[in-house]
């Protein structure tokens, strides 16, 4: 799982960190340096605003014990990755500033496409899958994702959660001048491949009710929407493992 030194999604990361670990599987963190741990988007944890628009109780005590894990405190540098020393990828995403490092990265993105071509399973939530979108297949020139089935962040959730908080955190949750629905279907070879799922802005799936959450898989590859689609994109990843 690589991430960002700063400003990943506290959900996004340690629900599936949480459920995979239980199920015995180890978990390998990745960061551009491998020089300490690096650090979820604080204002998740404390809340974006009045306290509100963060992450539940619940991954957050995930997010407390995650800090305290082995391979967490001490990760790989992307440059030391060997992807077939892995069995899956995740892709985790997050919006604050510190993600760019992460989401733009030509380095990571090498190792992704290495990662892709041995076929085994690639998860990639929100924005985790722009880096998929944003690496090309050296064989054909195309976006990895050009003949898959894919969700990512809707554009009408990051366009209600920037109008709703702009006043106070700026453009705080436009990562970049594009929606990331926008660029992930021109990726595609078809638009008709993205798949936004059910309308959703407040519920989220948790570890008994996957109602509200909604995942996308074409092959190995498994993709969701945003925090609230966590729970259920780690159990079938913890699946598509086995």
Do not use: N
């Not at 944890?45 to 628009?53: A, P, R």
């Not at 209600?160 to 955190?169: G, I």
């Amino acid at each position: 799982m690589p991430l960002p030194d700063r400003d990943f999604d506290v959900t996004e990361v340690a629900v599936p960190w949480k459920l995979l670990t239980g199920l015995g599987h180890e978990v390998v963190f990745a960061t551009e340096h491998g020089d300490g741990p690096p650090a979820a988007d604080p204002l998740l944890i404390t809340g974006v605003l009045f306290g509100q628009l963060g992450a539940e109780p619940e991954p957050k005590e995930f997010y407390q014990q995650l800090t305290e894990d082995t391979a967490f405190r001490h990760p790989v540098a992307w440059a030391d990755l060997r992807p077939d020393a892995y069995d899956g990828l995740i892709l985790p995403g997050g919006h604050a500033p510190g993600m760019r490092q992460y989401l733009g990265s030509e380095l990571l993105r090498e190792r992704i496409a290495e990662f892709w071509r041995l076929d085994r399973p690639v998860g990639a939530i929100c924005h985790g899958v722009l880096p998929l979108a944003r690496t090309h297949d050296p064989a054909t020139g195309r976006s990895l994702l050009a003949d898959r089935r894919t969700t990512c962040l809707p554009a009408y959730m990051e366009r209600s959660a920037y109008y709703l908080t702009a006043w106070r955190r700026g453009r705080y949750y436009r990562t970049y001048p594009a929606y990331v629905q926008d660029e992930v279907v021109a990726a595609l070879d078809d638009p008709a491949q993205f798949e936004r799922g059910p309308v959703e802005l407040r519920r989220r799936g948790t570890a008994t009710d996957d109602t509200p959450a909604f995942v996308v898989q074409d092959g190995r590859y498994l993709s969701a929407r945003w925090p609230g689609d966590a729970y259920l994109f780690a159990r079938r990843f913890a699946a598509l493992l086995t």
